[in-house]
C-alpha cells in the first residue's frame, strides 16, 4: 500500500514538471493558453492501474 502511494506522489509531481515544461517552453508562441496539473485528472490517471 505505502509504495502505490509514493508511486502515486511520483507520477503526479512528473505530471506536473511536464506541464510546467511546456507551459515555459511555449511561453512566447503566440496563441498558446497555459495548462494547469488539476487533482482529478491526475487522481483519474493515477488510479487506472489499481485494483479496488
Do not use: H, P, Q, Y
Request: proline share 0%.
Amino acid at each position: 500500500m505505502a509504495f502505490e502511494t509514493a508511486l502515486s506522489g511520483l507520477n503526479a509531481a512528473s505530471s506536473d514538471l511536464d506541464i510546467v515544461g511546456n507551459n515555459i517552453a511555449n511561453s512566447n508562441t503566440a496563441g498558446f493558453k497555459s495548462s494547469r496539473g488539476e487533482f482529478a485528472d491526475i487522481f483519474a490517471v493515477s488510479n487506472l492501474g489499481v485494483a479496488g
